[in-house]
């Protein structure tokens, strides 16, 4: 299978741009799309990857394709130090958690339900009922020429009740369990 040999492509693949000419102008108009800088730049330490990927088993025949089924090829990854983020190592690493596909759609419901968990939702005002007050009509309902009108609670006057005002409340949004570690590992693999 291709990714029993992933180890040894990405040998060959460091080799390869050892030996690049960084003096040549269309190298360096090329270096920036070719690799991916996080922190900052480190080489493929090629001694320590020819031992580890020799040291590895060789795999023989699989008996039965179930159990092929169910080895997730490895991928070589670089573990960083908190908070310099200077690289410190190389680890091999399943790719169900390092090697996902880019899904933009994920991402962003991820982060929607996170934004939505962590709103506070305090926003309260009063409603015509809870401010404090007589509820003693404040003018006749005839003959004074005026509009009518009931207690000085009423949401058209000042020092009224708010109409439809907020309550606090929850604005938590649901999110599948699956779809949330699946965005999570999706961030983790184009960090």
Known sequence: MHHQNLGRSLLGLA?????LDLSDPLVQCLAPRASRTFASQTFLPIADLTSEIAAEPRTQKVKSKATDLMQAPRILTTIHSWPTLEPVRWAWCSSSYLDMPLRRDLLHRAVIY???AHR??????????EVHGSNRKIQPQK????ARAGDKKSPIRRGGGVAHGPKPRSFATGLQRKVYDQAWRTALSHR
């Open 143 to 146: 003959g004074t020429g005026r």
């Open 15 to 19: 080799r390869s741009f050892k030996r």
């Open 114 to 116: 996170e934004g939505d």
């Open 120 to 129: 506070r939702g305090t926003a309260s005002t009063k409603w015509r009922s």
